[in-house]
């Protein structure tokens, strides 16, 4: 019984990753790439529409901010714009 759990709990969160990242909304290959590497290297994608442009600004100051502090690269500034035009275009 143990043995079917497990792949079973595995397929099931492959699965809404999946669905995640099928909802997101649409963005050219560059800024898809920038956003996935940068944002997935901590934590779960968030949807765009999780918060208004406003607060995405302060969101992504914080996780400069964590970045920083985690040790990563910095955003460089095109990574930033991409990254926020993103984020603002499709934010609530």
Not at 54 to 74: D, S
Request: glycine fraction near 2%; include cysteine.
């Amino acid at each position: 019984m143990r043995k079917l759990i497990l792949p079973t709990i595995a397929l099931i969160l492959n699965s809404a990753c999946a669905t995640q990242e099928q909802s997101m909304p649409p963005t050219d290959a560059q800024t898809r790439q920038v956003f996935n590497t940068r944002c997935s290297a901590c934590h779960a994608l968030p949807h765009p529409a999780r918060h208004t442009a406003q607060q995405w600004r302060h969101v992504v100051a914080l996780m400069e901010r964590r970045m920083q502090e985690r040790g990563h690269a910095p955003l460089g500034d095109d990574e930033r714009q991409r990254i926020l035009s993103y984020l603002s275009q499709n934010a609530r």
